[in-house]
């Protein structure tokens, strides 16, 4: 234990943490959670094992104003944040979202602006079903997820799967707000092309 402040009784002692049980009950929520925003097995293992022992450090200060749960996963929560910040880098900026925007070229016509026919947005097929809960859609959902740049990935998942504020999401990611709103505009056409492509 590193905190020299705090025995070891007195680290178990704290309201409602349980340290001895985290891996058992908590380990394969926080490993989706890491898993379905940065798409890569190993590094959300590593994450998780990181946020036990940053809990493990901080277990003192753990109030219990929060489920033991939701403790853990906002320690889990910052240490993807920081991936997507070091993911987000200026070369991995230019290289991957040039890639993303020439394909995007075809989308629209460059005189009017409307559609071109053949990217259309057409329906899925299957507007009435549940699609939070379809595994198969998930699936592809993920996989087209995972062909995002970095920066765009994170900015549509710190958005929509985590209802983060833009302007907490522009501080964390370093965006402008002009920024945000086009890379969440791209993300959403990629991700629309890729699941037509895959799903239709």
């Known amino acids: 234990m590193s905190n020299d402040n705090y025995t070891t009784a007195d680290l178990f002692a704290t309201a409602s943490v349980d340290p001895g049980k985290w891996v058992e009950l908590y380990a394969d929520y926080l490993y989706t959670y890491a898993y379905t925003r940065i798409n890569d097995e190993e590094l959300a293992k590593d994450l998780v094992q990181e946020t036990f022992l940053a809990a ?44 993303a925007e020439q394909q995007q070229d075809d989308f629209f016509d460059h005189e ?29 959902l993920q996989k087209c997820m995972k062909k995002l740049p970095t920066l765009w990935l994170s900015v549509f998942t710190m958005k929509h799967m985590d209802d983060e ?36």
Not at 79 to 98: G, L, N, P, Q
Not at 113 to 139: C, M, Y
């Open 56 to 99: 493990l450090e901080k277990v003192h200060l753990f109030k219990g104003n929060s489920s033991e749960r939701t403790w853990l996963t906002a320690i889990l929560k910052n240490k993807v944040i920081d991936i997507y910040r070091k993911k987000s880098s200026a070369f991995a900026k230019k290289t991957e979202v040039a890639e």
């Open 165 to 200: 504020a833009t302007d907490v999401i522009c501080k964390e990611l370093k965006v402008t707000s002009a920024n945000f709103w086009v890379i969440i505009h791209r993300a959403k056409l990629n991700l629309r092309e890729c699941l037509q492509k895959n799903w239709i």
């Open 112 to 140: 009017d602006g409307h559609w071109n026919v053949a990217h259309r947005p057409k329906e899925f097929g299957v507007e009435q079903e549940d699609l939070i809960t379809s595994k198969e859609f998930n699936n592809i």
